[in-house]
């Protein structure tokens, strides 16, 4: 029987409703003006350029060690390579925040999802959110803009971890604070080299989510059950639960 359900966020519960290219473009614009406001006055074109290079090669290389490396980590690595001090923890806080709130806006709630949530809830599942992303604080945000916070325990970030999915670890923490057997959870999301893989590898059900997931996606994992859209989630689980 199934009693808990974890979410991933992007392309599950919230989408990206516009162009991914163009709206970093607009953020790395506004770090390049949040750097000059903090006092990085004679090379924030470099340092933006470093930061978005860095940014690139971390991208390549988490798919492959599962690390995550925050984007605080990435942008004070690159002040460094530029010779320039990092700014203390706040000024680097707040620039970033600017950099994000340019691709926040984007984000839009999956429709349906308050209901979905509050359908599951109904029937006594608890429900968590485990997010690969690097900037906690940014998900945070994401989190509120969609008005779904009230509804997940726990909320688990990879850029708090320090891991990503598809290492165990995220999922294992999950099912220890619910006290709950793997085969008593499932996991919902786009990702079938993440979110479903994870899954696989401690023994939870899956459940993948086409409507928003990359096409074309290169992965050996092949996903328990499959849906088209997030109101299609509770029927699923019931399939799941009739199984035994």
Request: hydrophobic content about 40%.
């Amino acid at each position: 029987m199934i009693k808990g359900v974890i979410f991933d966020l992007g392309s599950t519960l919230i989408y990206f409703d516009g162009d991914w290219g163009q709206a970093w473009e607009e953020a790395l614009e506004e770090l390049r003006s949040a750097l000059h406001d903090a006092g990085i006055e004679d090379a924030p074109d470099e340092i933006t350029a470093e930061f978005a290079r860095r940014m690139e090669a971390y991208r390549h290389a988490r798919l492959d060690d599962y690390q995550e490396r925050s984007t605080a980590n990435v942008l004070n690595e690159a002040l460094r390579a530029a010779g320039k001090s990092a700014p203390d923890d706040g000024k680097i806080a707040s620039t970033l925040e600017r950099m994000y709130a340019r691709t926040e806006l984007y984000w839009k709630p999956v429709p349906g999802v308050k209901d979905v949530l509050r359908q599951l809830e109904s029937q006594g599942l608890r429900m968590a959110l485990l997010s690969n992303a690097g900037d906690e604080e940014n998900v945070q945000r994401l989190i509120d803009r969609a008005g779904i916070r009230r509804h997940l325990d726990p909320i688990l970030i990879s850029a708090a971890l320090g891991v990503r999915k598809p290492s165990p670890q995220p999922y294992e923490l999950i099912l220890s604070q619910w006290n709950l057997e793997p085969e008593q959870a499932v996991m919902v999301g786009d990702r079938l080299d993440q979110d479903i893989l994870g899954a696989q590898r401690v023994g939870m059900h899956q459940i993948w989510l086409r409507a928003y997931a990359e096409p074309d996606q290169h992965s050996s994992s092949e996903a328990e059950m499959t849906g088209e859209t997030l109101a299609d989630v509770p029927l699923l689980i019931e399939h799941l639960n009739s199984k035994g």
